[in-house]
C-alpha cells in the first residue's frame, strides 16, 4: 500500500515536502501594504554604510549579525516577517 502523497496547495495547512518528504505545517500569514510617506523610496542601507554600528565594541553581536542578516534579505527582495 502506497501512502498518500499531500503536495503543497493554498487550500491546505500541510503537505509533504516536495525535496525531503517530510509532512509538515504550511503557516500562513495576511500581509498588507502601507504607502509610504511622500512616496518615498524606501531606505535599504548597504553594509558599508552601517560600517560604524558594525565596527562599535558597544554593540552587541548578535545585533550585528541581525542587522547584517536583515539586509542580505531585504537586498534580494524577501518579504521580512520579523522586524530586528
Ligand atoms: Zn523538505
Redesign the pocket.
Known sequence: MTKKINPPSIQETAFD?P??G?YTTQFWYNVYGDSRDKNSIPNIPSKESLSHVLEDRETPRELKQNLLQWIDRISMGYVLLRKI
Open positions: 515536502c525535496h525531503c517530510a
